[in-house]
Each structure stands twice: as C-alpha cells, then as structure tokens.
C-alpha cells in the first residue's frame, strides 16, 4: 500500500470519539490504543497528539509519521477502527524503540481480533 489514504483513516470527530469512548483501551511507555469493531472492510487508523503530551509540533509530527508508516507496514489488519494517542513517554522516546512499540502492538491487534473476510 503506498500512502495513507482516506479508506483507512478515521475522519470525522464522532469517529474518534466513538472509538475512544467505546473501544478497548490498550496501554504502552509512549502511546494510548483504542479499538473498537469496525463497521467496514479492513482497519481504519487515526492518531491524535496533544500539544501537553509533546509541546513542540517537531515531535508531534515525528510521532504520527512513525505511527503512520508503522500501520502501513502491519497491513493487512483485522477490521476494527484504530485510534493512537501519544502518551507523554513519547516525547523522549528513541524512534527505534517507538516503531517496535507499534510492531509490537499490531501484532497484538492480529490475535485479539478475528481475521477479516478479505484476508
């Protein structure tokens, strides 16, 4: 898959609030995963970055490039919507040790969730 486009990403605000509030909440040193069924084909991804967890915009897009292309490499996923929330560990977290924090964290994601029909 070359570049994230807009079939597996999370748009809307009720999207992510419906995730956040309704999925399953997964803890890790650097982020905040919450997932929830999805209610189409494949995964749906999204990433919020407050400006507390990470002041400086340098990180905060540091952290979603990582994130981004660490679900580009998971691909395929089972179909269930996916929201990453830095947590304020990631502010001074290695690059290498965040990617294996998320490869890491899709491999998880493949044995909670049922494979998808499509895969």
């Not at 486009?5 to 905040?32: H, Q």
């Not at 979603?64 to 996916?82: G, H, N, Q, T």
């Not at 290498?96 to 994601?109: D, P, S, V």
Request: proline share 5%; aromatic share 8%; net charge positive.
């Amino acid at each position: 898959m070359t570049g994230f486009p807009r079939s597996v990403r999370l748009l809307r605000p009720a999207e992510f609030k419906r995730v956040i509030s309704e999925g399953r909440k997964r803890r890790s040193s650097s982020f905040t995963a919450f997932e929830h069924a999805g209610q189409g084909d494949g995964a749906k991804f999204g990433i919020t970055v407050s400006r507390k967890a990470m002041p400086r915009s340098v990180d905060r897009n540091r952290f979603k490039r990582i994130a981004r292309e660490s679900f580009r490499a998971a691909m395929p996923l089972p179909s269930c919507d996916v929201v990453i929330m830095a947590a304020h560990g990631a502010r001074t977290i290695d690059r290498r040790q965040l990617a294996t924090e998320l490869q890491e964290y899709w491999r998880r994601l493949r044995e909670r969730w049922p494979a998808s029909s499509s895969s």
